[in-house]
């Protein structure tokens, strides 16, 4: 999870589905929906900028055990 208080983020154009595999034999996929359809980027120009962006993502996120409690706290505030 990546609270509010985080602030501007890497992930604040858009969501996305980067898809990574453990072989050699397959690329990464980035996978982008839009109103028009969906776009899957595979060469590594186009992955790139969203493997960046999902490690930057990944490196703010909170922990397991803190999004538990941000949850447990939201959910007890309803």
């Excluded at 990944?58 to 803190?66: C, I, P, Q, T, V």
Aim: some cysteine.
């Amino acid at each position: 999870m990546l609270p509010f208080s985080a602030g501007a983020h890497a992930g604040i154009m858009g969501s996305f589905v980067l898809f990574s595999f453990s072989t050699a034999a397959f690329s990464d996929v980035a996978c982008v929906e839009h109103q028009a359809g969906t776009l899957y980027m595979e060469k590594p120009e186009e992955t790139s900028a969203y493997t960046l962006t999902f490690d930057s993502l990944r490196s703010s996120a909170l922990s397991a055990s803190e999004s538990l409690d941000l949850l447990t706290r939201v959910i007890r505030e309803l």
